[in-house]
């Protein structure tokens, strides 16, 4: 039966050449999203209940949090995470297009890490230390959790930049790592409201 | 004899029953929120970070078939017709006109 043979396998050709639901660089990065979102509630949730049972919060001779400041870089990072919508809004037009917008997302990414970095050897020289105090433990934990994300983030988007730069970056490749750097920059806002306020 | 032991197993899951009561308030007393918090703010502490917690996985899930169900819906739907792109011509190839 040699005509069903090549239906059968034209039908194979055309249903392997289907649009998946969901791309799996997508779908990898979400799940992993997810992990890491149950990670970053447990530290939150375990911080929340040691601060919750200390007689003095924060404890005392331990330099104040720099909250005004870092409210500024919470606007760097979310500006940051609308520049790589709005990059993804012009992926589809028009490519070319698309590369202004991951570079200024980027450049502010990399200036909350930049940001960050100064004000840990800003509480470092004040005296706030992994062994400080509970809250320098949990604010070096958490907050550098967060640091380590970002930067493994920044490191994607300086690849998808590249792929960009050389044509070779796919819709799915640049949907991952959006998935990565929305998680940088949604997850920060909470732990700025848990740990810094 | 016989009579005695067949007698005093038939009541070993009653009395079974009673021990896991009787067992039952300390295993209550071992949850933090009942009573392992010393201050009522410590046992508000972990009442909210177990709510937090176990209602990040389902509404996890719940997120993520809302984006299949939209993902799918997109796919299913006609793809609207695009204007004709403009086609690169090489000046070597182009006619005068």
């Known amino acids: 039966m040699p005509s069903r043979t090549s239906a059968g396998r034209l039908r194979l050709a055309a249903e392997s050449e289907r649009t998946p ?4 660089a997508v779908l990898g990065t979400l799940i992993f999203v997810l992990t890491e979102l149950m990670l970053f509630a447990g530290l939150i949730s375990a911080f929340v209940i040691v601060r919750a049972g ?11 949090l720099p909250i005004e400041a870092t409210a500024f870089n919470t606007a760097v990072l979310l500006a940051s995470g609308i520049c790589l919508f709005l ?3 012009r992926f589809f037009r028009d490519r070319e297009a698309a590369r202004r917008p991951l570079l200024a997302a ?3 990414g990399a200036c909350f890490v930049l940001f960050q970095g100064i004000e840990w050897v800003r509480l470092i020289r004040e005296g706030l230390t992994l062994t400080s105090s509970a809250l320098g433990s949990f604010f070096y934990l958490i907050v550098g959790l967060h640091a380590l994300h970002a930067v493994v983030a920044l490191g994607i988007l300086v690849y998808t930049w590249r792929r960009l730069e050389r044509g ?30 | 004899m016989t009579r005695h032991l067949l007698a005093a ?3 070993l899951p009653a009395g079974l029953v009673v021990a896991a009561l009787w067992l039952l308030p300390r295993a209550a007393l071992a949850c933090p929120v009942c009573g392992g918090g010393q201050k009522p703010a410590v046992g508000r502490a972990y009442l909210y970070g177990a709510w ?10 719940l997120g993520m078939a809302w984006f299949l169900r939209r993902r799918a819906r997109t796919l299913a739907a006609p793809a609207r017709p695009r204007a004709a792109e403009p ?3 090489p000046t070597a190839l182009r006619q005068p006109s």
């Open chain 1, 106 to 108: 980027m450049l502010l």
């Open chain 2, 87 to 89: 086609v690169a011509v």
């Open chain 1, 21 to 24: 639901l969901v791309p799996s």
């Open chain 2, 9 to 11: 197993s038939k009541r």
């Open chain 1, 168 to 197: 070779w970056l796919a819709q799915h490749q640049l949907a991952a790592a959006q998935v990565f750097w929305y998680f940088v920059v949604g997850v920060w806002p909470v732990i700025y409201g848990v740990v810094y306020l």
């Open chain 1, 87 to 89: 990059a993804q809004r």
């Open chain 2, 52 to 61: 937090m917690m176990s209602a990040i996985p389902p509404l996890a899930a």
């Open chain 1, 54 to 64: 200390a007689m003095v919060w924060p404890p005392p001779g331990q330099p104040r």
